[in-house]
């Protein structure tokens, strides 16, 4: 349908010319429009306190904690039982979260900028590994690192950044594709890329040599610190596709640990949400798939513009990591992707495909025709709040999500059977 | 002129059982491992029903126009 295809050359038009740039580093509170006190944004589509999982649930009686708003674990779920809490998806203010993607006032929040269309985009600081708050971690040591964020972390990057006039990302993903990445469970070389630009910049506006020497070791060590930047960024590059008539390609995916939901261009602002699958991957020692939470998390935003398992091909390290077979496999999972796709991205490209661009732009159509629903990368979860990740592995979105995304767009359009 | 081309296409045809099968296999992809594991040439097409054979999702997808 020609209405159709034009549309969707639109929206590949701006999911490919965005320009993201990291801007800021500042509270949540100043950067997010209408972020209020007892308001809590949380990772995928919406969902009340009822029917929340484990690790979201734990998240929260940590951040009401944190935030002051409750004495105390305990009165933290009292409250939430209550109702004192409003609760929102990420995606709602223009922001995003990996895993429960917790995001309130006082958290400092990553500022991307997307030049080509104006837009902003917004994510929490990664936190790195073990017992964090993302997968549901609440105790102490969680919460005061969090504090540490907001207080020494958040502030000095913040300098830093505004230092540098802003960092464009778009070099640094094509650099780190070349380099072993794929965005989503490998962010080594993107990490230790975006630190070469960072450390000089936080050096000349750091007054105090042993705080900038426990920043940069923090991000030093952390090879997930980019994870949280390429979120933003695919968010600040999505946005600008939202909301184009007749245009049949996705513009969100993400999961509460409940609910998968996607956002289809040419259907608004409306969920299509299905039970979320669990992922198969591995396993830390000590840990089994009886342990694992459903799967959750705003990070899909990364496979929604072509990265993460849809660039599976340049990351042939992660496919052992999450369990997903032979490193020599790691191909087969981008091209599958690109039967779904609209077409490749000229920018991202992989060198192990010959300098193939990453598939980009999802096609409902396209998915509900071949059977083959986006494969996603991602932590594995405890079920229970307050431990932690305990695996990494591959999740497939549900393909109820597409078919009911088919029948409203198709509906939307006057097609009917 | 057609008797010409009857030949040609008989010829064409013979062609095919002068030789080891060659193999195109659509669909099952078990059926081209079971070749395969017998030394046979294949080359297998992955190939589903589209809409996994659902005749009104199918419809709906061919008015749109995938």
């Not at chain 1, 708003?69 to 039982?81: C, I, N, V, Y």
């Not at chain 1, 661009?357 to 409902?364: E, L, R, W, Y």
């Not at chain 1, 494969?375 to 990740?389: C, D, F, K, L, M």
Request: net charge neutral; proline share 6%.
């Amino acid at each position: 349908m020609e209405k159709i295809e034009t549309a969707n050359a639109e929206a590949l038009r701006r999911l490919l010319s965005g320009d993201p740039v990291l801007v800021d580093v500042v509270p949540a509170g100043e950067a997010i429009k209408g972020l209020g006190k007892h308001h809590i944004l949380h990772a995928g589509p919406p969902i009340s306190w009822e029917r929340m999982c484990g690790p979201l649930r734990g998240a929260i009686m940590g951040i009401a904690v944190f935030e002051g708003w409750a004495k105390d674990l305990k009165d933290g779920a009292a409250q939430a039982e209550a109702g004192a809490f409003r609760f929102e998806p990420n995606h709602h203010y223009d922001a995003v979260g990996p895993m429960t993607g917790i995001t309130t006032l006082s958290q400092p929040v990553l500022v991307i900028e997307n030049r080509s269309f104006g837009n902003r985009a917004y994510c929490a600081i990664n936190e790195g590994l073990g017992k964090v708050m993302r997968f549901g971690g609440n105790d102490a040591e969680v919460l005061a690192r969090l504090a540490w964020l907001r207080d020494t972390l958040g502030p000095a990057l913040g300098r830093a950044v505004r230092e540098t006039g802003g960092i464009p990302l778009k070099p640094i993903i094509a650099r780190g594709l070349a380099m072993g990445d794929e965005m989503h469970q490998r962010n080594v070389a993107c990490s230790s890329l975006l630190l070469r630009i960072l450390a000089p910049a936080l050096a000349r506006t750091s007054k105090d040599g042993e705080v900038l020497a426990r920043c940069l070791d923090f991000i030093g060590k952390n090879d997930q610190f980019f994870l949280n930047v390429a979120m933003a960024m695919s968010k600040a590059l999505t946005d600008p596709a939202r909301g184009i008539e007749g245009s049949s390609v996705v513009t969100a995916m993400c999961r509460n640990g409940t609910d998968f939901g996607i956002r289809v261009s040419g259907t608004g602002d409306t969920w299509f949400t299905a039970p979320v699958e669990m992922p198969v991957g591995l396993y830390f020692p000590g840990y089994t798939a009886k342990d694992a939470n459903p799967d959750m998390g705003d990070s899909a935003i990364v496979e929604t513009v072509g990265l993460g398992a849809f660039a599976m091909a340049a990351a042939p390290a992660v496919v052992g990591f999450i369990g997903a077979g032979p490193a020599s496999g790691a191909a087969a999972f981008t091209r599958a992707m690109g039967e779904i796709t609209a077409r490749s991205n000229p920018e991202w490209t992989i060198p192990m495909l010959d300098g193939l661009g990453v598939p980009t732009g999802i096609d409902i159509r396209r998915v509900v025709e071949t059977g083959i629903v986006p494969s996603i990368n991602t932590g594995i979860a405890h079920r229970e709040p307050g431990v932690g990740q305990v695996g990494a592995g591959v999740v497939k979105a549900p393909m109820p999500c597409f078919t009911q995304a088919l029948e409203t767009f198709a509906a939307k359009l006057g097609v009917v059977c | 002129m057609a008797t010409e081309d009857n030949m040609a296409a008989s010829k064409r045809a013979t062609s095919l059982l002068d030789g080891p099968p060659r193999v195109i296999n659509v669909g099952l992809e078990r059926f081209a491992d079971d070749l395969a594991a017998h030394g046979t040439t294949v080359q297998h097409v992955r190939w589903v029903p589209p809409a996994g054979g659902d005749a009104r999702l199918a419809d709906l997808l061919s008015k749109l126009g995938s």
